[in-house]
């Protein structure tokens, strides 16, 4: 396979403009129940985990918290890309997480989680239940304002769904600001009215641990985008060493935006009671390559088939994504189905 340019050689894609969302109630115009009208496959069951890519988002803008001089991010809203498969799913699971996650002074219970997750139009004993089980969504602090990095699948049937929500989060506690984040598996089910969030399954990475000196490479790496739960994930040492050498090996020649790793994935395969690879550190997903969507129609097909041959090239027996490639070393190497459109699985079996 030829050598594509070095990264600083590429030219760099354009950012889209994006509305600024100046208010969290302003998120609630879009009902966790609502319907996109579109078609789902009836299953899309995969032979290892899954994910989703997304548009490129700008990185939102600080304005001062009132009386304090500390400064957070504005909300920004996400949006759905144009080649969505069943964007009312994923719309449904971020405006709950957007909401649960962002709050001004003398909201940031759970009680007050709770009243922002009815304004979506959940009924009031399902919107306590989910308030409760938002872990780390809601730390204790002053007020907080959650940015959407992705939003992939975790699995989509035609009447449920699993959308892993992966997101930064931005907190004040008087006149400190800091900066965190999570991924929440966000489980929905298919209704007359449209897609309902059931649960809600945040990451928990656990402590950090001894690292070898493959992952501190990674955490180096600037050619390595992680998100917070991702990189927590590398920091506590559980990521298998397939996997670290094939995300330094894959930064050679291209700028990866990772979505998944370890934490805030299903257990299982969605549908299925078949083990994922990403639990026990040994697959990841990538949402985003040199800059370009894997779910964005505009991407080159070209690209994201030269990322999935060079993730097989790595030693990952099971590479999906959203084009069904051919001459893989074994039979199943390569795989794509709805699940994959919006992002590259890359998995280990040890």
């Known amino acids: 396979m030829a050598r594509r340019p070095p990264i600083h050689q590429q030219r760099p894609e354009p950012l889209g403009r994006r509305a600024l969302l100046l208010g969290t109630a302003a998120w609630c115009a879009c009902a966790v129940g609502c319907s996109d009208g579109t078609?789902?496959?009836?299953?899309?069951?995969?032979?290892?985990?899954s994910g989703t890519g997304r548009p490129i988002t700008p990185a939102p803008t600080?304005?001062?918290?009132?009386?304090?001089?500390?400064?957070?991010?504005?909300?920004?809203?996400?949006?759905?890309?144009?080649?969505?498969?069943?964007?009312a799913a994923k719309t449904a699971a971020v405006r709950l997480v957007e909401a649960l996650g962002t709050w001004s002074a003398g909201q940031g219970d759970v009680r007050g989680a709770a009243a922002r997750a009815a304004a979506l139009g959940i009924p009031a004993a399902s919107a306590a239940k989910l308030a409760a089980g938002a872990g780390p969504l809601t730390p204790s602090a002053d007020e907080a304002v959650v940015h959407v990095?992705?939003?992939?699948?975790?699995?989509?049937?035609?009447?449920?769904?699993?959308?892993?929500?992966?997101c930064e989060q931005s907190t004040r506690t008087g006149g400190a600001?800091?900066?965190?984040?999570?991924?929440?598996?966000?489980?929905?089910?298919r209704t007359s009215k449209g897609w309902r969030v059931t649960s809600l399954h945040p990451a928990d990475p656990g402590p950090a641990g001894p690292l070898g000196a493959s992952a501190k490479a990674v955490l180096a790496q600037p050619l390595i985008e992680l998100p917070p739960a991702s990189a927590a994930d590398v920091r506590s040492g559980k990521v298998?060493?397939?996997?670290?050498r094939a995300m330094l090996r894959l930064a050679g020649d291209y700028r990866m935006s990772v979505s998944v790793v370890r934490?805030?994935?299903?257990?299982?395969?969605?549908?299925t009671d078949r083990p994922s690879d990403h639990p026990p550190g040994r697959a990841f997903d990538v949402w985003r390559i040199d800059g370009h969507p894997v779910v964005d129609p505009a991407t080159s097909r070209g690209l994201i088939t030269g990322f999935m041959r060079a993730a097989a090239a790595t030693g990952s027996y099971n590479v999906g994504g959203p084009v069904q490639l051919s001459g893989g070393a074994t039979a199943n190497q390569f795989f794509s189905d709805a699940t994959h459109h919006d992002?590259?699985?890359?998995?280990?079996?040890?």
């Open 343 to 350: 992002h590259v699985h890359i998995g280990f079996r040890a």
């Open 62 to 87: 600080p304005v001062p918290s009132k009386g304090t001089g500390a400064s957070l991010p504005s909300p920004i809203p996400w949006r759905p890309g144009p080649s969505e498969v069943t964007p």
């Open 263 to 271: 934490s805030g994935h299903p257990l299982d395969v969605f549908g």
């Open 149 to 166: 990095i992705d939003a992939q699948y975790g699995g989509i049937l035609s009447d449920s769904a699993s959308v892993l929500v992966v």
């Open 240 to 244: 298998h060493e397939s996997v670290l």
């Open 177 to 189: 600001v800091r900066s965190g984040g999570t991924t929440v598996d966000v489980r929905l089910s």
């Open 39 to 49: 078609k789902t496959p009836k299953a899309t069951g995969s032979p290892a985990g």
